[in-house]
């Protein structure tokens, strides 16, 4: 029969531990105790061995939280909880990793490496360019990352199947991993660390009494983890949380933090940022009546001058002092060391034996540690110095690091209060720039008399009127609607003025009844549409005169076109403003010039860049309460009119124009499908997302609906318009050094009818064509259309065949430039063009978009010469 071994014994109770539990019960009697105590049999108590046990964990536990609360330092207290650890659980070893992300990939990184019991701190810390790095996708420290459960894996085959074990770390270190107890910190459902113990050193694997006991002692180790990141994200928050300035964010700061620096007292000097002096400060200086500064100053050539200095004292009774403007006599100044930090950008840590005491409390300077406090462009905002460890010890690293680290957090914040100083600035310079454009573009007192006539007709100015008595001037001054047939869709503006078109628009909200439901201030009212014209800039096309005209179109297919029945009286009103207001301030170049020559309002507006900036001009002027007509409204009516004012003026984009054919398309097929009107009517008014694409093709038709105008005025209008894109084309030339595309060169104006040709083909000729068979009342639009494709077409065919003639005549390609080049007459050309754009044009007395005769004749006399019309 072969003997047993100390070996399989351990191993059997280590097996069997109910059984080596009653074992041990049995057999441990009071003369077993006497002997291990040495104290007499009789006075042996058996819940004496148990009481030990726990007093002494309790003991230890006790010491553990001690050490927590008196040192911030999370490394130092870690560092013991594992190795207690290490020695209870008799494990090799044990490491931290910690969690993090970088660019947003998580990872695990070594702080704390190979833990044995008879480690040292500064042997197991581990320098971040030494650290090693583990993705949550690898190996077991990893998993127990992302699975965030602890495991307890006894058999290093099972961790190399199971969990994708690498073992570069044990070739590195030249170590045999067997078995494995790892658990994570956690901080509510965030990983914050995992912590793992390596290698039973008294048995084959760790225990389930093991991995109570680790788990146990991990209580107090994720208690302090999480204790040092909540103060790192407080600390973090509370300096980027403050904006108001930087004295009070550094004394929050400082503050908050008093509490770890372990020091008696400590100060902050704040340095003036000013590096060139006002002329006002000089010129003593250039005059002799003052030396020169020959002062210390920054590395960045700054005069050192403490503007103000924050003193905190610690010891005795807690207190804070802010001295404005110090004194170098002040007990800080006076050791010079500040300012020697602020000149030179250095850390000073020594000794100072200071035999006179500073205040009447006898307290004297020992030891000081100061630092200059940099912020994010390398430059010194001011020092700050701490006074005398209160353990009577020099300051050593870990103190350098720890107010190194606050310092650098001061430092960023700076930076962040500098931003909000230069936001505020901005939001300053904003507020004054848009006082100064509402100054130009709000309507004066003296201009709304051209109009709302209350000192002709009353003798008082309007503040002092009534609304009936508003009424009453405006129902004699407005023109009506069918001096200027503001209800025809062919509408010409070349009869009316400016002041006139104004008018017309006031007009229009008095037709469609929203003055007197919506309680609109008529005085407001004339204000608005006065302001609106005078909103838009004196350029060729996108105009006042523009801007009237799809205002007009807009109310036009609401009233004649029948389309105002899908629509409430609040919707009508937002439609009709939004209109009037679409291309507020043009500066008469497109989108892409924007983005092109780098414009602000590109890089303010992603898309759509120029109605963005439309939309924003006109809520601009609606904040303004002496220009605001929605200013009756309730929350919700006012909310949903600028709803509707988005979608309006964004939707005249034309780029935005194409996604949304389609489910037009849609909604005018649907119409198609219903035999009664009514019930069509009323299921259309309930659908708010078709109503808000209809108003987005309303818009576009509007905004085009000079292609639609009888000829004698769309021809005249197509001039203007590529007069404006000509003027971009000669900005692309000279200012982007670009060539610019046909549409924009004036050197191929005579291209122009076969440009205006396609124009109807591939943008117009749906949007007409869908309209008019979504309501026949919109027929006269789509027949105008029609017509104008006909007469382009016919100027594009006789522009065709002057040039057959001039290539014959020239016998090459380059007739067109030989043409311009040869002095014929324009004889031959007659006989083939019949005119195109004759006399009639040339002698109309036309006052569009404000021009002079003289400017429109310069115009169309260059097409006429482009074209060699006689």
């Given amino acids: 029969m072969m003997s047993a071994t100390k070996e399989d014994v351990e191993k059997f109770l280590d097996g069997n531990p109910a059984f080596a539990q009653g074992y041990f019960n049995k057999k441990l009697t009071p003369g077993a105790l006497s002997v291990m105590a040495g104290i007499p049999e009789s006075k042996v108590d058996f819940g004496m061995l148990q009481e030990l046990s726990q007093i002494e964990e309790g003991q230890i536990l006790f010491d553990l939280i001690k050490e927590m609360q008196e040192n911030v330092n999370m490394e130092k207290v870690v560092f013991k909880i594992l190795k207690r650890i290490v020695a209870l659980i008799q494990a090799d070893r044990c490491s931290l990793f910690m969690y993090r992300e970088r660019n947003g990939i998580a990872e695990l990184a070594t702080r704390l490496f190979n833990i044995t019991t008879e480690s040292e701190l500064d042997d197991c810390v581990v320098h971040p360019d030494h650290e090693i790095v583990f993705p949550l996708d690898l190996g077991v420290v990893g998993n127990v990352a992302q699975t965030k459960k602890h495991i307890n894996l006894k058999d290093a085959n099972e961790v190399r199947v199971r969990f994708h074990f690498s073992s570069f770390v044990d070739d590195l270190t030249e170590y045999k991993t067997r078995n494995i107890l790892a658990s994570p910190i956690m901080n509510g459902e965030d990983v914050v660390a995992v912590i793992m113990a390596l290698n039973k050193t008294t048995g084959p694997h760790f225990t389930t009494e093991d991995e109570d006991l680790f788990l146990k002692y991990l209580r107090i180790a994720s208690l302090n983890l999480k204790i040092y990141q909540l103060n790192y994200l407080l600390l973090s928050a509370l300096i980027f949380r403050g904006r108001n300035n930087i004295e009070r964010q550094f004394h929050k700061a400082l503050y908050t933090v ?40 920054t590395p960045d050539g700054r005069e050192v001058i403490f503007y103000k200095v924050i003193d905190y004292i610690l010891h005795g009774k807690e207190d804070i002092k802010v001295i404005a403007t110090p004194t170098l006599e002040h007990w800080v100044l006076c050791t010079g060391l500040p300012t020697y930090v602020a000149e030179t950008a250095f850390t000073l840590c020594l000794p100072m034996m200071q035999s006179e005491p500073l205040d009447d ?36 690293q870990q103190d350098e690091e720890l107010m190194e680290a606050m310092t650098n957090f001061l430092g960023w914040s700076h930076l962040n209060t500098d931003t909000n100083d230069r936001m505020k600035m901005m939001e300053n310079r904003k507020d004054i720039a848009q006082d100064m454009v509402l100054y130009h573009v709000k309507c004066r007192d003296d201009e709304i008399q051209t109009i709302l006539k209350t000192r002709q007709y009353f003798n008082r100015e309007p503040c002092d009127c009534e609304e009936d008595e508003f009424l009453q001037i405006l129902k004699k001054e407005l023109p009506g609607p069918k001096k ?75 009233t004649t076109g029948n389309l105002k029945r899908y629509y409430t009286d609040l919707e009508v009103m937002a439609m009709i403003t939004s209109a009037f207001l679409h291309d507020i301030d043009h500066r008469g170049t497109n989108n892409l010039y924007q983005v092109k020559s780098g414009n602000p309002l590109a890089k303010l507006h992603g898309s759509s860049v120029l109605e963005r900036h439309h939309l924003e001009f ?51 097929d649907l119409s198609k499908t219903y035999e009664d009107e009514k019930k069509w009517v009323d299921w259309m008014s309930l659908e708010t997302t078709r109503k808000e694409i209809v108003l987005a093709m309303m818009m576009t038709a509007c905004d085009l609906s000079a292609i639609t105008k009888p000829w004698e005025v769309q021809s005249k209008v197509a001039l203007f318009e590529a007069a404006e894109f000509w003027e971009q084309g000669d900005l692309e030339r000279e200012v982007l050094e670009k060539q610019p595309i046909t549409m924009m060169d004036r050197n191929c104006a005579g291209q122009l009818p076969k440009l205006q040709c396609g ?71 007659i006989q083939n063009l019949g005119g195109f754009i004759k006399n009639p044009i040339l002698h109309q007395q036309c006052n569009y978009s404000g021009l002079c005769c003289s400017s429109y004749l310069t115009v169309s006399h260059h097409l006429h010469e482009r074209m060699c019309l006689p």
């Fill in 258 to 297: 008093r509490a770890y620096l372990n020091c008696d007292r400590y100060s902050v000097g704040l340095l003036d940022m000013t590096k060139e002096k006002e002329f006002f400060d000089i010129w003593p200086v250039l005059m002799g009546d003052q030396p020169p500064y020959a002062g210390p100053v």
């Fill in 361 to 396: 409390s006898g307290w004297t300077i020992k030891n000081v540690l100061s630092m200059p406090i940099v912020n994010m462009m390398e430059e010194i905002v001011g020092v700050a110095t701490f006074y005398n460890r209160k353990d009577g010890k020099p300051f050593d």
């Fill in 484 to 558: 200027f047939e503001i209800y025809e869709f062919g509408f010409s503006d070349f009869d009316c003025t400016e002041l006139e078109l104004v008018m017309c628009g006031i007009q229009m909200y008095y037709e469609v009844g929203v003055v007197k439901k919506f309680q609109v201030p008529q005085e407001v009212l004339v204000r608005f549409l006065f302001s609106i014209s005078k909103g838009y800039r004196k350029i060729t096309y996108h105009n006042w005169r523009h801007g009237f005209n799809v205002g007009q179109t807009m109310f036009t297919l609401l």
């Fill in 618 to 668: 006109s809520k601009f002027l609606l904040a303004d309460e002496s220009l605001n007509i929605y200013q009756n409204l309730n929350r919700r009516q006012n909310e949903h009119a600028i709803h509707l004012l988005d979608i309006a003026i964004i939707a005249t984009d034309l780029q935005l124009y194409f996604k949304k054919r389609t489910m037009f398309q849609k909604i005018v």
């Fill in 759 to 829: 124009f109807i083909d591939f943008v117009c000729t749906f949007i007409y064509k869908e309209f008019s068979r979504f309501h026949p009342a919109i027929q006269p639009m789509y027949d105008g259309l029609l017509n104008n494709r006909k007469e382009w077409k016919a100027k594009q065919e006789e522009y065709e065949a002057k040039q057959a003639i001039l290539e014959a005549q020239s016998g090459q390609s380059g007739g067109y430039i030989a043409l311009l080049n040869s002095g014929l007459t324009g004889a031959v050309i």
